[in-house]
T-cell receptor
Framework: QKEVEQDPGPLSVPEGAIVSLNCTYS??????FMWYRQYSRKGPELLMY????GNKEDGRFTAQVDKSSKYISLFIRDSQPSDSATYLC???????????FGTGTKLQVIP | GAVVSQHPSRVICKSGTSVKIECRSL??????MFWYRQFPKQSLMLMAT?????????EQGVEKDKFLINHASLTLSTLTVTSAHPEDSSFYIC????????????FGPGTRLLVL
């Protein structure tokens, strides 16, 4: 079992829809959770970073962490064609430990 | 946000030659840098973790003599693909974590290597 599981998709939604991207994890030591966006042939870009459980909002993006169920979510409101990319969730226990990445979910927002 | 640069962005070389890729953290110091490899439509594969001033730690299955990593300063790490072969063609991405151990990891734009 992978430490961070993510549905690879692809996920296709119409423009303006609310997108929900999800990951589960198994390592209880994870304290820090990130979402990255990766466009084709580019390096991943940090979108959201959260510590422990709770919600964090940044513009159209909301990251949610539920440590009790080991569930990580990213919501995108009013999705745009420019949001079409692969979204990677990541988790990390802190200190000098490695960050563990999900396999990525490919999102396509159709105009 | 923090910026990580990579150079070159794209390189084409002949089989048997060595290629060096540079990774720099531009506006922060990075004790730890990471090198990833990514094949088309696949996720990131961690190759090695590089700590400034010490030897890199390689992941299982990654040849340390093939992929030489040097982390000479808090802002620069290099990956040298020695005696490159066509199967080494891939997208190489570096990542850096702030010093002291920060919680976030920032990625470079990646280097596309094509070995003919």
């Amino acid at each position: 079992q992978k430490e961070v599981e993510q549905d690879p998709g692809p996920l296709s939604v119409p423009e303006g829809a609310i997108v929900s991207l999800n990951c589960t994890y198994s390592n209880s030591a994870f304290q820090y959770f990130m979402w990255y966006r990766q466009y084709s042939r580019k390096g991943p870009e940090l979108l959201m970073y959260t510590y422990s459980s709770g919600n964090k909002e940044d513009g159209r993006f909301t990251a949610q962490v539920d440590k009790s169920s080991k569930y990580i979510s990213l919501f995108i409101r009013d999705s745009q064609p420019s949001d079409s990319a692969t979204y990677l969730c990541a988790a990390y226990s802190g200190g000098y430990q490695k960050v563990t990445f999900g396999t990525g979910t490919k999102l396509q927002v159709i105009p | 946000g923090a910026v990580v640069s990579q150079h070159p962005s794209r390189v084409i070389c002949k089989s048997g030659t060595s290629v060096k890729i540079e990774c720099r953290s531009l506006d922060f110091q990075a004790t730890t840098m990471f090198w990833y490899r990514q094949f088309p439509k696949q996720s990131l594969m961690l190759m090695a973790t590089s700590n400034e001033g010490s030897k890199a730690t390689y992941e299982q299955g990654v040849e340390k003599d093939k992929f030489l990593i040097n982390h000479a300063s808090l802002t620069l790490s290099t990956l040298t693909v020695t005696s490159a072969h066509p199967e080494d063609s891939s997208f190489y991405i570096c990542s850096a974590r702030e010093t002291p151990p920060g919680e976030t990891q920032y990625f470079g734009p990646g280097t596309r290597l094509l070995v003919l």
